[in-house]
């Protein structure tokens, strides 16, 4: 029996194969995608660490916190109009390179206090914020901008320390140090980076606090001693991008992620779904290589992390397209270098010995022949150097003393503090070959001429 089928029936049968057949192909290559996908974020669940925020321990501020913040976000619309890096950037690099006998230029400490003066009314606002608890900022669309601005409050913070240590003003100068310690805790918990930690080495340098100043900001400094906050910062912000992609994209929350619902956002997005699905799952393998660096002790960190970041140029050219443009493409490997990165633990914990060390000298009028030497009545124990879980090394002379750690290299250079160059992929790349890290406090009066 056969069955004679009209041309027109066959054409249209042919025509409709023709377009089924690709979206059908489509439908398939979108499945398969979102599936690779749920299995990434359940692997992710496997290793119990975040896919959301508020797994990640970002929670909403509390009403007694919100006083501090408003503060805070106020103080940092008028800092920004400032710019006290340029000056403060100088004065740090004519500290490193002085000798006994020289002074600080006056007209370098008088552009400094001209920055501080401007800045007055936004420091004003960032001593009130000081006096009150703060847990950071409500997450939400202006956190990003917030959190950006207090790196402003923060360097504004640091020039007013510094200008207070270079008048003599010691005991107000590590005052404002402890002030700038809240202020710079939102920063190391996001992408924002503050690197000039070293007021400590710079107001000793120039100043002689008295002891009760000494003793506090040694117990303010110790307090935010906390070398996790470099890995949990690298997870909240996978976890953050996340949740924002799998909600735009997929319906909900990524912490159910087979309770998806791929929503229609239009016909283009709906098309390039899969390859977005690809490119999020190879973005997720990324940041489990990243991590998996990230956890390991100090010393093996940074030979790890330097042989990812010599390829980071590729990486980044590779993955860039990857992200969403409000993340930014350098966001895994920006992160990842402060991830890797011990120096700001190790300038804390040098600040936090050589506070003590300034304590010894006031008891006894000299510095101590060894770290050891101030414990246990100044220390609890000697900071330890992370790259190697052996105390930090000292080194004094007549004209200063260095509190530091091996540095990268794992090799005692002699306190060779050679500053690194301020780019992060060039910095991490020289890790091979990079001197000691740690602080250098003068041990001569050092006054504006």
């Known amino acids: 029996m056969t069955f004679n089928v009209r041309p027109a029936m066959r054409r249209i049968a042919m025509v409709a194969f023709v377009v089924l057949l690709p979206i059908a192909a489509h439908g398939l290559w979108d499945y398969l995608e979102v599936q690779r996908l749920v299995r990434e974020i359940e692997r992710i669940q496997a290793k119990r660490e975040p896919v959301t925020e508020q797994e990640a321990g970002r929670q909403d501020v509390a009403p007694e916190d919100a006083g501090a913040a408003s503060y805070y976000s106020a103080a940092g619309i008028l800092a920004l109009g400032t710019n006290p890096y340029a000056v403060t950037t100088r004065v740090r690099n004519w500290l490193a390179g002085a000798t006994p006998g020289q002074s600080l230029p006056t007209a370098l400490a008088t552009e400094l206090q001209e920055v501080v003066a401007e800045s007055e009314d936004a420091l004003a606002l960032a001593d009130k914020a000081a ?30 320390s510094l200008s207070l240590g270079i008048a003599g003003k010691g005991d107000e100068a590590l005052d404002s140090v402890i002030a700038g310690l809240q202020a710079r805790r939102p920063l190391t918990e996001s992408r924002v980076r503050f690197t000039d930690r070293a007021d400590v080495a710079a107001v000793l340098s120039f100043a002689d606090p008295s002891p009760e100043a000494l003793q506090r900001a040694q117990t303010a400094l110790a307090h935010t001693d906390r070398p996790e906050v470099a890995l949990d910062n690298f997870l909240r912000e996978r976890a953050r991008y996340l949740e924002m992609t799998w909600r735009r994209f997929y319906g909900h929350s990524p912490n159910a992620p087979r309770q998806y619902l791929l929503p229609m956002h239009g016909v283009v997005e709906t098309i390039v779904r899969p390859w977005r699905s690809h490119r999020l799952v190879e973005t997720l393998q990324l940041w489990a290589r990243l991590a998996d660096v990230a956890r390991q002790p100090w010393s093996l960190k940074a030979e790890a992390g330097t042989r990812l970041l010599e390829n980071a140029e590729r990486v980044r050219t590779r993955y860039s397209r990857y992200f969403l443009p409000l993340m930014g493409s350098d966001l895994p490997l920006g992160l990842f270098a402060a ?57 004094s002379s007549a004209d200063a003393y260095t509190i530091y750690s091996v540095g990268p290299n794992g090799q005692d ?37």
């Open 131 to 160: 006096q009150l608890p703060f847990n950071g900022f409500v997450a939400g669309v202006d956190y990003s901008y917030r959190t950006a601005s207090m790196r402003a409050v923060a360097e504004v913070l640091s020039a007013r």
């Open 339 to 395: 991830a890797i990165d011990p120096t700001p633990l190790i300038i804390d914990r040098c600040s936090v010995a050589a506070l003590a060390v300034e304590r010894f000298k006031h008891d006894t009028g000299t510095v101590p022949a060894a770290l050891v030497d101030l414990v246990p009545r100044y220390l609890a124990a000697v900071p330890i150097d992370p790259l190697t879980d052996r105390p930090l090394l000292f080194r």
């Open 413 to 449: 250079d002699g306190g060779d503090l050679t500053a690194p160059t301020s780019d992060d992929r060039r910095r991490l790349r020289r890790r091979a070959s990079s001197p000691d890290s740690g602080i250098r406090v003068a041990a001569w009066p050092l006054q504006p001429r």
